[in-house]
């Protein structure tokens, strides 16, 4: 069954740096698109970034631009986040997630497998 490991969150200081990994199972292709999602308390799970197979094509949410960083490693079934210049703002669960048909993008319904999320807070 396929599943989608977060890691790499946890308490910084603003202006600080995370980064994010995303372990995906065997099973999830080179051609999947994986995508970053966050979610705050009470509010509609949001895209932050996606990247599509191992070409690289990568999106990001207009919040993050500039500032994050997604990148993938197929031979360690991996996708990154890289976040600098955190800000308070920025503090969510980070999900990661698989979409089966590659055309990546950041509407989290066109993603069909998710992880279980890791926390980030972005707090002085």
């Known amino acids: 069954q396929s599943q989608l490991v977060e890691s790499g969150g946890g308490l910084v200081q603003p202006g600080g740096s995370l980064r994010l990994s995303c372990v995906f199972s065997a099973d999830i292709l080179d051609y999947y698109a994986i995508g970053w999602f966050h979610q705050a308390p009470g509010k509609e799970r949001e895209g932050v970034s996606c990247?599509?197979?191992?070409?690289?094509?990568?999106k990001y949410a207009d919040s993050v631009k500039g500032r994050f960083t997604v990148s993938r490693d197929n031979a360690k079934n991996t996708v990154y986040l890289q976040m600098n210049s955190l800000k308070p703002e920025d503090s969510c669960i980070y999900y990661c997630?698989?979409?089966?048909?590659?055309?990546?993008?950041?509407?989290?319904?066109?993603?069909?497998?998710w992880g279980q999320g890791t926390q980030v807070t972005v707090s002085s």
């Open positions: 990247i599509s197979s191992s070409e690289g094509d990568a």
């Open positions: 997630a698989s979409d089966y048909t590659g055309l990546a993008g950041l509407d989290p319904n066109h993603y069909d497998t």
